[in-house]
């Protein structure tokens, strides 16, 4: 861009001095040189914080699907890459053992329930104790608990979608055995009901970007077209700068500048909820200072938004 505006500039001076507008004197033949540290110094370094510009990467929060129940798999509905609604059933576990135990336990109520009125109305009479009541009262507690546990494992052999979303790369098939390990996930769900969309920017350029900065967006998946929206948030850690538990001393890394990443969010929710997860583009930032650099950056964002039908990087 700088080049750009180098050459406009020596075209109009071109043109003032072939018509003798301005003498081509020493003055004139160094203004080009003044001209161009202007724009660097007046111009385009100011803009890297006035106006940055940085990569943008879209992100989904991805759910590890573990069954709370383990036992042989009997159907699996779902499609793979296809759009859920939260409570969608995913898969289905042979619910006959939780089945069984469930009616086992509700068998042993239904006993338990008859003896407790029996020897309410012995003790009523003064035929009974009181202490056996209260045994009985407590082992009719004791089987509603076992119950509802036993309910709460047959209900969870239906594993359902926990948001709107999509599960991804599914092999789960009929007759698969699973568990309830944490360690041993069956399915990937991909959470679409937020869209996670990061900046990042170099720590030297960040200094003034706040909340509610406009900011303008171009993606791969979307060549020559540019989105609007404003600044979430801006991440106030990054993992070189995280301490974490351990029983070891400090151990000396090279330092590096990570850059900062920015939370950002479009002004149009249903393109942002269309982004795969894992979209690419860059994104500008226009902060309250450097004005006039924004123009120059909104120029520059369009030109990679062009290139974009041809850059596959």
Not at 22 to 30: E, G, H, I, Q, R
Not at 41 to 63: C, D, E, H, T, Y
Not at 272 to 296: C, E, N, Q, R, W
Not at 303 to 310: F, H, K, M, R
């Amino acid at each position: 861009m700088i080049v750009v505006l180098l050459n406009v500039y020596l075209a109009i001076l071109f043109c003032l001095v072939k018509f003798r507008i301005v003498p081509f004197n020493l003055f004139w033949k160094v203004s080009p040189v003044l001209v161009l540290l202007l724009l660097l110094i007046g111009l385009f370094v100011p803009m890297g914080w006035g106006a940055p510009q940085g990569k943008v990467l879209v992100v989904r929060n991805s759910v590890a699907i573990v069954p709370d129940v383990a036992g042989e798999v009997t159907e699996v509905p779902v499609v793979a890459n296809t759009p859920l609604k939260a409570g969608d059933i995913l898969f289905k576990i042979d619910p006959l053992p939780y089945q069984a135990k469930l009616d086992a336990f509700q068998a042993q109520l239904n006993l338990n329930k008859q003896r407790l009125a029996e020897t309410t109305r012995l003790q009523t009479s003064g035929a009974g104790r009181a202490y056996d009541v209260e045994q009985r009262q407590a082992e009719v507690e004791q089987l509603t608990a076992q119950i509802a546990g036993a309910q709460w494992d047959l209900d969870k052999t239906v594993v359902r979608a926990p948001a709107d979303g999509y599960v991804t790369n599914l092999a789960l098939r009929k007759g698969a055995r699973v568990t309830s390990l944490p360690l041993s996930p069956v399915m990937a769900f991909i959470d679409t009901s937020d869209t996670i969309i990061g900046v990042e920017i170099p720590q030297i350029n960040a200094r003034y970007i706040e909340p509610g900065q406009i900011v303008e967006t171009t993606f791969k998946f979307a060549p020559g077209k540019v989105y609007t929206g404003k600044v979430e948030s801006v991440i106030q850690a990054v993992a070189s700068g995280q301490a974490r538990t351990s029983g070891t001393a400090i151990a000396p890394t090279a330092i590096q500048s990570l850059p900062f990443v920015v939370r950002i969010r479009l002004d149009d929710p249903a393109f942002a909820a269309a982004l795969p997860a894992g979209s690419t583009g860059d994104a500008a930032i226009f902060t309250d200072h450097v004005k006039a650099a924004h123009v120059i950056r909104r120029v520059l964002l369009r030109q990679v938004a062009i290139t974009n039908y041809i850059n596959p990087l």
